[in-house]
């Protein structure tokens, strides 16, 4: 088994959650769809989840592995998102 690690990456409650070519994390809060990258910090020596992008949307989020779109629909629009490799 790999290496298991335990992280708090926000303060509030995370809903549906999608991980797109194992390095982007979407998830949902309450109010905004929140996108997560990991990033290594030289000095600790660890990688960790920062926060890079947010939409202050109710939604949801779809994606199929393979396809190269992630969907964010909410009440009103669909967001099309590509997440470079």
């Known amino acids: 088994m790999d290496e298991v690690r335990c992280e708090d990456i926000v303060d509030g409650e995370l809903g549906q959650m999608q991980l797109v070519y194992g390095k982007v994390l979407i998830a949902t809060a309450s109010s905004q769809i929140l996108f997560f990258k990991q990033e290594y910090d030289p000095i600790e020596e660890k990688t960790s989840w920062v926060e890079y992008h947010s939409i202050d949307v109710r939604g949801n989020i779809y994606y199929i592995k393979g396809n190269i779109r992630i ?13 470079n490799k």
């Not at 969907?71 to 997440?83: A, C, L, M, P, T």
């Open 71 to 83: 969907q964010v629909v909410s009440e009103d629009h669909i967001y099309f998102y590509i997440i």
